[in-house]
């Protein structure tokens, strides 16, 4: 798969086929992550890989919002749910420790995990990248110590859906149709490049 065929075919995908995934296919999303270029070559970032099946409920019940819409009160249903985590956490005192600052830990949060999306659609996985989630309770789950920060919850799984890609017309916002297929309207290139100046 080409690089840019990857960055074009990648969906977000929250339905899931119950398949399970290798370890070693997870070892490697997450060594992607490693490679990822940081800030003064800091590295601050440290990897979580949940596959337990008793585990994988318990971390779903820590999303508190999937696309947009909150937790239900009785929890998100196991039905088509991610046959794998990737916690990816920032390791804070080493960011005080070497100077390293935010906003540049987000960004390279950010490049490290498109790095482990990209692998991860490569070897035939869906994921879905989730900031809304109960951090405390994620953190007593895992164990997590104090000196970590949770950044980002990244889902996988063999994808039970095919979300489609649209252009924007007016609305940016996501909607599902009568087939229960959901459909994400992106802004056009033209609306959005400028060459050598900008142009209003």
Request: charged letters at 30%; a negative charge.
């Amino acid at each position: 798969m080409e690089v840019y065929d990857a960055v074009t075919m990648r969906r977000s995908i929250r339905r899931f086929k119950d398949i399970p995934i290798s370890y070693e296919i997870l070892k490697k999303c997450v060594n992607a992550g490693r490679l990822a270029p940081t800030a003064i070559n800091c590295q601050l970032w440290e990897y979580i890989i949940i596959d337990d099946e008793e585990l994988l409920p318990k971390v779903l019940d820590t999303i508190t919002s999937l696309s947009g819409m909150p937790k239900p009160e009785g929890g998100w249903s196991s039905e088509r749910r991610p046959k794998a985590y990737i916690v990816v956490l920032i390791n804070t005192d080493l960011e005080s420790e070497i100077g390293a600052g935010r906003p540049n830990t987000h960004y390279d949060i950010g490049l490290a995990t498109e790095n482990m999306v990209l692998v991860a659609l490569e070897e035939g996985l869906g994921s879905c990248v989730m900031t809304g989630i109960d951090r405390d309770r994620l953190r007593q789950l895992l164990n997590v110590a104090e000196k970590y920060e949770i950044a980002i919850l990244l889902s996988l799984g063999y994808a039970d859906e095919n979300p489609v890609i649209g252009i924007a017309s007016g609305s940016i916002r996501r909607w599902v149709d009568e087939n229960g297929i959901r459909h994400v309207p992106k802004r056009k290139l033209e609306d959005i490049i400028h060459r050598n100046k900008f142009k209003s």
